[in-house]
């Protein structure tokens, strides 16, 4: 890295006051400076930069080559601007603050901004650059502002009276929607001199400037490499942690869609285990039904109810009858030999003498006892009530 001195030349003339340059001249070459102070100083530890002016009452130092950054920057607020730019004055006090340097192994180095018009003859500046050359001083000239040819030519023809091995450069900046600093970042100020100081600077100043470097994070690995490399295991986990959020977020939607749908497969299992239930129970209802039924037709069956069984066993036979003649005639037959039967019997209970006689040779019973005669009394009515009843129907047929 080259160990340098230099000595920054402002001009705070009143042709800085114009705006062709965004947001003024004096403002644009203001950010330039700082830029090229920045670089300077973190391109090397034991590097310094001065400051001063050259319009207004006359050359002004505002600060001695120094490598305190804060100090440097410092001194370009509330600068006044008037007067006339002086090229030659300020390039010469510039030449009297690097003689008197305190490292004397720093390599001088002088960057003048020149905005205004320059006075001075051809001639003049040319002795002032050999007079630079002699005492091995580079020089820098970033011509911007006004555009005048002879202010070209004299420019032009002051560098090459002092460049030695292409140490000093020369740098037109048009005006346009560019600022000044931008266009000085691809410039050989700031690229250097092919030893390649400068060009480290240069990333340095392009990180003071904001980021307008290609470095990661604005900060060149090289210049700072714990720096970079904090900065790069900050953003490493800040990226992990994103990228845990967003899965974390994806597994939250997937758990929540998975609950709605087995809420609804529960729904779906409750409404058919409810109407399983009800069909069984549905099912239950019937087969009580039917075996209610069951048990009463068998309790029907147990009791020996002769008066239902006949108008069954009626009903049935009338109905067989009814589909076959002969079945007919046999039922007739068979109710007349009933009713023949049961006038005999009735015939034969009507007969007291037959009946006592049998009583008396029963052993145990006494034909005069009041229940056995209630009893053959009641049995010679009911004959007799049969007999009256079949007589109703033949005279109601009749």
């Known amino acids: 890295m080259v160990l340098e001195a230099t000595m920054i030349c402002i001009d705070n003339s009143e042709w800085m006051r114009n705006g062709d340059y965004s947001p003024t001249r004096f403002q644009a070459q203001a950010d330039?400076?700082?830029l090229i102070c920045g670089a300077k100083t973190q391109?090397?530890?034991e590097n310094t930069v001065g400051v001063l002016t050259m319009a207004g009452k006359g050359v002004r130092v505002l600060v001695t080559p120094t490598s305190d950054l804060g100090k440097i920057l410092a001194c370009m607020h509330g600068l006044e601007i008037g007067g006339e730019m002086n090229l030659a004055a300020g390039i010469q006090v510039a030449q009297l603050a690097l003689k008197h340097r305190q490292n004397k192994k720093q390599q001088q180095r002088i960057i003048v901004f020149a905005g205004g018009p320059v006075k001075y003859d051809k001639k003049v500046l040319e002795m002032i650059g050999k007079k630079l050359k002699k005492n091995s001083v580079a020089?820098?000239?970033?011509?911007?502002?006004?555009e005048d040819e002879s202010k070209t030519?004299?420019?032009e023809a002051l560098v090459a009276a002092v460049n030695n091995n292409d140490s000093s450069h020369i740098v037109h900046v048009p005006a346009g929607a560019n600022a000044l600093s931008d266009v000085l970042l691809s410039t050989p100020i700031f690229t250097g001199d092919g030893e390649g100081g400068s060009g480290f600077a240069a990333a340095a100043a392009a990180a003071a400037a904001?980021?307008?470097s290609g470095f990661d994070f604005g900060v060149d690995p090289?210049?700072?490499p714990e720096l970079a490399l904090a900065l790069r295991v900050s953003m490493e986990e800040e990226r992990a942690r994103q990228e845990a959020a967003a899965k974390k977020a994806a597994d939250d939607s997937s758990k929540q869609g998975k609950e709605g749908e087995s809420t609804s497969q529960d729904a779906t299992m409750s409404e058919n285990v409810g109407t399983s239930v009800s069909e069984s129970e549905n099912k239950k209802d019937d087969l009580m039904d039917d075996e209610n039924a069951l048990l009463q037709q068998a309790l029907a069956m147990s009791m020996d109810d002769p008066s239902a069984t006949v108008t069954t066993r009626d009903t049935d036979m009338s109905e067989a009858a009814a589909d076959d003649q002969d079945l007919a005639l046999a039922l007739q037959y068979s109710m007349q030999e009933g009713a023949k039967d049961q006038s005999d019997m009735g015939k034969l209970l009507a007969d007291q003498s037959f009946v006592s006689s049998i009583l008396t040779s029963l052993p145990g019973v006494d034909p005069n006892d009041p229940s056995v005669k209630d009893l053959l009394a009641s049995m010679q009515n009911q004959p007799e009530k049969k007999d009256d009843d079949d007589k109703a129907p033949k005279e109601d047929d009749k």
Do not use: C, H, Q, T
């Open 153 to 155: 030519e004299k420019l």
């Open 32 to 34: 330039a400076v700082n």
């Open 139 to 146: 020089l820098d000239v970033v011509n911007f502002g006004e």
């Open 43 to 45: 391109s090397n530890p």
């Open 210 to 212: 904001g980021g307008v």
């Open 222 to 224: 090289n210049l700072d």
